[in-house]
T-cell receptor
Framework: SQKIEQNSEALNIQEGKTATLTCNYT??????LQWYRQDPGRGPVFLLL?????KEKRKERLKVTFDTTLKQSLFHITASQPADSATYLC??????????FGRGTQLTVWP | GAGVSQSPSNKVTEKGKDVELRCDPI?????LYWYRQSLGQGLEFLIY????????KSGLPSDRFSAERTGGSVSTLTIQRTQQEDSAVYLC?????????????FGPGTRLTVT
């Protein structure tokens, strides 16, 4: 099956450190990956999209990488803040338009 | 100019009853998606509408679930003869481009509780 997996269910880090979240895929090569943030009781919010021909993409304190050799995307939050605490979802697209989501990683940034 | 809206925000129903969940997508968005999220679980795809094409119903868990999209805008997800395992948050999303390259905009969800 074409799986997308987020290896860590939870990640706890201290404020100011860099948070690194991992998304792995198997048995296929997605043309792009997306990252979303979800807060409790809310719908996911789009953060970044990275295409297979892009090694890295940045947006403010966020950075996403895409390694087609390792079949992996890394999502980094630099200078993390307690307000960054949320669940982060990785998703791959399909030619039919739907997204396949990972189960998410719950990030907690403590002061 | 608002985002995706869903109603009701919460719905409590008795087992065996039918429920209807509504989604108003962002104006002009051609694609509309329904997902289900159970407690502590990931997003489960249910159904996808794109323009006038036949919907992708491959994620619907049983024939008790159905959805329609009227006039290419508002969508209604109907669950007949609800069961306790149907309890979850039902999320709707819309996007502008069918290819999926563009991001999906999610509504706040409808929390369904079947007693």
């Amino acid at each position: 099956s074409q799986k997308i997996e987020q290896n860590s269910e939870a990640l706890n880090i201290q404020e100011g450190k860099t948070a690194t979240l991992t998304c792995n895929y198997t048995n296929y090569s997605p043309a792009y990956l997306q990252w979303y943030r979800q807060d409790p009781g809310r719908g996911p919010v789009f953060l970044l999209l990275i295409r297979e021909n892009e090694k890295e993409k940045r947006k403010e304190r966020l950075k996403v990488t895409f390694d087609t050799t390792l079949k992996q995307s890394l999502f980094h939050i630099t200078a993390s803040q307690p307000a960054d605490s949320a669940t982060y979802l990785c998703a791959r697209g399909s030619t039919l338009g739907r997204l396949y989501f990972g189960r998410g990683t719950q990030l907690t940034v403590w002061p | 100019g608002a985002g995706v809206s869903q109603s009701p925000s919460n719905k409590v129903t008795e087992k065996g009853k039918d429920v209807e969940l509504r989604c108003d997508p962002i104006s002009g968005h051609t694609a509309l998606y329904w997902y289900r999220q159970s407690l502590g679980q990931g997003l489960e795809f249910l159904i996808y509408f794109q323009g006038n094409s036949a919907p992708d119903k491959s994620g619907l868990p049983s024939d008790r679930f159905s959805a329609e999209r009227t006039g290419g805008s508002v969508s209604t997800l109907t669950i007949q003869r609800t069961q306790q395992e149907d309890s979850a948050v039902y999320l709707c999303a819309s996007s502008l481009v069918e290819s999926g390259h563009n991001e999906q905009y999610f509504g706040p969800g409808t929390r369904l509780t079947v007693t």
